[in-house]
């Protein structure tokens, strides 16, 4: 059985079957990269409902795994050395599994170059920027008498999809024919722009592509269990 002592978030959420990978989790768009891409591998895991309240985020348990008190994060009790690992950043985790499993990160060294590099920009910029968006179109920036932060993340997540949409021309995934982490990273924050209620805004069905694209991506069975796991409820 597994050493799970050094893991304290444990004591909160105690693993039913500590031989299995656990994952501390909500369904957000960060969130559910990493439940889609565990359903995709094949991997066995254990789902643990960590909202976003500050009494499970911010609870001494869950800064143990994750100082930024942020979902996702996880605990591998088969980690690379021969003991468990815990991780959090979501992409740091998507890099994590894809190593581990040799799944969805290219069939060559170039090929994991441009995975890994369409990722980061998912981290870097397209998550970031239509979060910026959700909160000055649906949330409390929205009430600001002053519009221009809202036009101007408006106008980046206008440049951000037609970045991406000119890339998905003639192609069926963003790196290239084969679906990798990439695309479980991209494609959840391009659905959030449905709950944000922005897609008349940023133009969204202009972009034939991304529409296409995403529409293949919500098909894919492991998705659709992806995008409910943990469950809200």
Known sequence: MSDFEAFPITKKWPPRNPEVLQLYSFPTPNGVKVSIALEEMGLPYEAHKVTLSDADVKSPEFLSLNPNNKIPAIIDPDGPDGTPVGLFESGAILIYLGEKTGKLMGANATERAH????????????????????????????????????????????????????ELAGKEWIAGNS???????????????????????????????????????????????????????
């Open 179 to 233: 679906y990798s982490i990439a695309d479980i990273a991209i494609a959840p924050w391009l659905r959030a722009l449905d709950f944000y209620g922005a897609k008349e805004a940023v133009g969204w069905e202009d972009h034939t592509n991304l529409v296409d694209y995403l529409e293949r991506f919500t098909d894919r069975p492991a998705v659709q269990k992806g995008l409910v796991t943990p469950a809200r409820d």
């Open 115 to 166: 995975v890994i590099q369409w990722l980061m920009f998912q981290m870097g910029g397209l998550g970031p920027m239509l979060g910026q968006l959700g909160f000055f179109y649906k949330f409390a920036g929205s009430e600001w008498e002053d519009k221009r932060p809202q036009q101007r993340y408006i106008d980046e997540a206008k440049r951000l999809l037609n970045v991406l949409n000119l």
